[in-house]
C-alpha cells in the first residue's frame, strides 16, 4: 500500500513521532537506517539570534547521509524522513521553517496544533505528503478539508500532548469516511501492538517514548533511565505545565520537588535548592507514554527496531497458525 509515495519505503509499518528537545539528526538517521521513518520538530532546531538558520544544516545532514547510505546499500535502502511543523500561530518561525523545508525537499511532513492550506501546499509544490495529527474525529475532518494527505490518531497513552479517546473508537470514527494514510499513537512499544494496530484499521504505528531509550535520542541518561524504570502507573496525564493536556513522568515530577498526586493544592511547592529557575515542561518535566513498561534497557535504535521486526513477524504467525 503507498508504495508510489514515501510511506510505501518501509522496513515496518512504522513512523516514529518528533519529540521536543529529544529527537535530532543522530537519532533520525539511526531510525531511516533501521528502515522506519524518522522524524524531529523544526523547533528542535534552535540557533542563536544572527546565527544561520540550524535547521538548514540538519536538512543538509540528514539528505547527504541518507544519500550517501543508499548508494552504498541498494538492497537496503533508508526510509525517508519527516519534519514537523507546529502551525498554530504562536509559532513565529513557521514560515521560515516551511520555505526551508520545501527547499530542501522534505519527503514526508508533520503538521500539528492546527491545520493550514498554505503549508500543506507548500508541501504538496515540493512533492511531499502531509500527515496531521489529530485528538478527534471533527479535528481529522477539517485536516483532510484543508488538504492534509492522512492522519494520525493521537489517542489515550500517547507521551507528550496526547488525546483521550480510545484508539478503538476514534480510528472507527475516522474509518468510516476517510480511507487514506491513518496513523495510530498511544502505547505502542512492541511489534505485536504495530500489529494491533494495523488489525483496527490503522496503516502504520506512531512511536516516539521508546525511542528516547536509545543512545541516539538528545536525551539525558537520567531521563533515558527513568524511561527504563518506570511503566504506565508512572505516567501521569495533566494541563497543568503547558496548559494542553499531555502525558508525564511522575519521577519527574517529583524531581523537580511537586507532588504529581496534589498539582493544584499544598503540596504543589517548588524546590528551587539549585537556582531560582522555575521547572519547565519538557526541560525539566519529562513526557512519556504509557507503553514504556516494554522498555527494559537502552539500547540502540538498530536493536530496537530489529526486535519491533523480530516481534511483530512472530506475531503475524502466529494469527495464521
Known amino acids: 500500500m503507498y508504495s508510489d509515495t514515501p510511506l510505501g519505503r518501509l522496513r515496518l509499518p512504522v ?65 525517508p524522513f519527516a519534519v514537523n511543523q507546529i502551525v498554530h500561530r504562536s509559532n513565529d518561525r513557521v514560515e521560515r521553517d516551511v520555505e526551508i ?13 492546527g491545520a493550514r492550506e498554505d503549508v500543506n501546499e507548500a508541501a504538496h ?21 484543508k488538504g492534509a494527505d492522512g492522519l494520525i490518531a493521537v489517542c489515550a497513552g500517547a507521551g507528550g500532548h496526547a488525546g483521550a479517546l ?8 475516522i474509518r468510516e469516511w476517510f480511507s487514506g494514510p491513518l496513523a495510530l499513537s498511544g502505547s505502542i512499544a512492541t511489534g505485536r501492538s504495530i500489529l494491533a494496530a494495523q488489525a483496527m484499521g490503522a496503516d502504520f504505528a506512531y512511536i516516539g517514548s521508546p ?33 494542553v493536556n499531555a502525558n508525564y513522568l511522575k519521577p519527574s515530577i517529583r524531581a523537580v520537588g511537586l507532588d504529581p498526586d496534589n498539582l493544584s493544592g499544598e503540596g504543589n511547592k517548588l524546590n ?8 519547565k515542561a519538557w526541560r525539566d518535566i519529562w513526557g512519556c507514554g504509557q507503553g514504556i513498561g516494554a522498555v527494559s ?16 513477524q512472530d506475531a503475524r504467525k502466529a494469527l495464521c497458525a
Open 15 to 79: 513512523i516514529c513521532s518528533p519529540m521536543f528537545l529529544v529527537s535530532g539528526p543522530d537519532l533520525v538517521i539511526a531510525q531511516c537506517k533501521a528502515g522506519v521513518i524518522g522524524s524531529f520538530p523544526a523547533l528542535n532546531a534552535r540557533e542563536q539570534e544572527g546565527e544561520p538558520p540550524l535547521l538548514e544544516a540538519w536538512l543538509k545532514r540528514i539528505t547527504e547521509e541518507l544519500d550517501a547510505h543508499n548508494q552504498a546499500n541498494p538492497d537496503q535502502p533508508a526510509a
Open 101 to 113: 523545508c520545501a527547499r530542501w525537499k522534505v519527503p514526508v511532513w508533520i503538521t500539528s496544533m
Open 125 to 145: 509544490g515540493c512533492g511531499a505528503i502531509v500527515l496531521h495529527d489529530v485528538i478527534s474525529n471533527r479535528f481529522a475532518r477539517k485536516a483532510i478539508d
Open 166 to 173: 480510545s484508539p478503538f473508537a476514534l480510528v472507527q470514527e
Open 211 to 243: 525511542f528516547i531509550a536509545t543512545t541516539e535520542a538528545a536525551a539525558s541518561e537520567g531521563y533515558k533511565q527513568m524511561i527504563v524504570e518506570s511503566g504506565a502507573e508512572d505516567i501521569l496525564y495533566t494541563s497543568h505545565f503547558s496548559g
Open 272 to 279: 528551587l535548592s539549585t537556582g531560582d529557575i522555575r521547572p
Open 297 to 312: 534497557t537502552v539500547t540502540s535504535t538498530a536493536d530496537y527496531v530489529g526486535r519491533l521486526e523480530r516481534e511483530y
